[in-house]
């Protein structure tokens, strides 16, 4: 089965009404704990029915290397270069709590690409960046590759109608191993242990019950595949704890239901509304809601609240022990937003010129992906310091994780997808 999933990815975001109601000056603003009903749950009906009961592969597939992130020098990304090197010359004679500087070609020195001490590991540095590292090189069959999962060894991600819909790439780089294969469209991946669940997307357009999601749960060797669930719409992203999964419907039913890891049950609606990204820590759930902006449920369910409303289409989304981290797409920017809801800040309060639409954390920066053109990025967590990692090339990035020394970003949407690397 193909189908365009890009197409619909933002479907019923009305952006008209988006654009009258972001305030060009909201980077700041104390915003009021508006409270969200919980919706009546849907989940009782028949095509809610539940089975009883987190990802990649290694069979070689013939890869299209021809097509791949635009890394190569531009003059944009010369310039670039040379203003960090500038940069770095000139703060020898500034102070001495200066940068660290050095007599390195700053340009060209792997272990010192951009600024002093900035090693790229195992890339080349060209023009003051590091060059990514492809772990799954760019394959035409690949129709779009979306959560992604990293160990000390391996990558495991879901692909959208591909021949498989879950599979394992060992690091550094290697073939590919078909994990899960139902024959249908993989979404949603989490892994605990040797366990990993993911979602699997069957049925015609345009609307469910057309469109089914299933769960199923298979070792990261591969195996039987065990199902969970079963839940009509198209599933997104899934999250594990100790007993139960979170999974979002973002076409069709749309929230955040959760169901038990060994399946047999009714999955229980926590919130309805649109799901764009979901983050689950400690007993509380966080969502992207587009629309409705950063929403928050306990994972045991009662009211969803929205903690901050929406410049315009708050989307992908990432959470620390006191903040939320979060892109707008309409309005270009990135925000965080303290999880106690004492406040909110722009982390890039210049607008974008490109639209963001993936980010991940570490312990100190935000990392961003975007649209196709749009670079790989990232800006300290106070807002300091943005700075690109990778220049824009012609493919969207579709998911951003980070793991160890890297960034990790996947690329590609129906006409072929890879994923790459890049040091930190």
């Known amino acids: 089965m193909q189908r365009s999933r890009s197409s619909r990815l933002r479907a019923g975001i009305p952006v008209v009404l988006a654009l009258l109601l972001a305030p060009l000056g909201a980077c700041n603003a104390l915003l009021d704990n508006e409270q969200l009903p919980l919706a009546v749950s849907d989940s009782g009906s028949p095509d809610a029915q ?3 009961a987190e990802g990649g592969a290694d069979v070689v597939t013939p890869h299209d290397s021809s097509v791949a992130p ?12 040379d203003a960090k090197a500038d940069a770095s010359a000139s703060d020898a004679n500034v102070a001495p709590d200066a940068a660290v500087t050095c007599q390195a070609d700053l340009l060209h ?4 690409c951009g600024s002093c001490g900035h090693s790229c590991l195992e890339s080349l540095c060209v023009q003051g960046l590091c060059d990514p590292h492809p772990v799954v090189a760019f394959d035409s069959g690949i129709k779009g590759l979306n959560d992604l999962v990293v160990t000390a060894d391996a990558v495991y991600f879901t692909a959208w109608c591909t021949w498989a819909e879950l599979f394992k790439a060992t690091l550094p780089s290697s073939g590919l191993t078909a994990v899960g294969s139902g024959g249908d469209c993989g979404c949603g991946l989490a892994k605990d242990g040797d366990l990993l669940y993911y979602g699997n997307v069957v049925g015609n357009q345009p609307t469910p019950p057309g469109i089914k999601s299933e769960i199923y749960r298979v070792g990261t060797q591969g195996g039987t595949l065990v199902p969970i669930a079963t839940y009509p719409g198209e599933i997104r992203r899934i999250r594990a704890d100790a007993t139960d999964l979170f999974f979002t419907i973002n076409y069709g039913d749309t929230g955040v239901y959760r169901v038990t890891r060994a399946g047999g049950g009714t999955p229980t609606p926590l919130y309805k509304g649109e799901t764009y990204g979901m983050v689950v820590t400690g007993e509380d759930v966080y969502v992207g809601g587009g629309m409705a902006g950063i929403v928050h449920v306990q994972k045991t369910g009662g009211s969803a609240r929205t903690l901050y409303p929406p410049v315009s289409n708050a989307t992908s989304i990432a959470v620390d022990a ?7 797409e309409q309005d270009k920017r990135v925000y965080r937003g303290a999880r106690d809801k004492s406040g909110r800040q722009c982390l890039t309060p210049n607008v974008l010129d490109y639209t963001p639409k993936q980010i991940a954390i570490d312990d100190t920066s935000v990392y961003i992906g975007g649209d196709p053109g749009a670079p790989i990025a990232a800006v300290n967590k106070d807002g300091s310091n943005y700075r690109v990692l990778v220049n824009g090339g012609t493919i969207e990035t579709t998911n951003l994780t980070v793991s160890g020394d890297y960034v990790y970003y996947a690329q590609g949407v129906n006409t072929g997808a890879g994923i790459w690397r890049v040091a930190k």
């Open 70 to 81: 635009d890394v190569n020098v531009t003059p944009e990304r010369d310039a670039q270069a």
């Open 50 to 52: 539940v089975s009883s």
């Open 109 to 112: 020195d792997p272990a010192n």
């Open 322 to 328: 006191t903040h939320v981290y979060w892109v707008d």
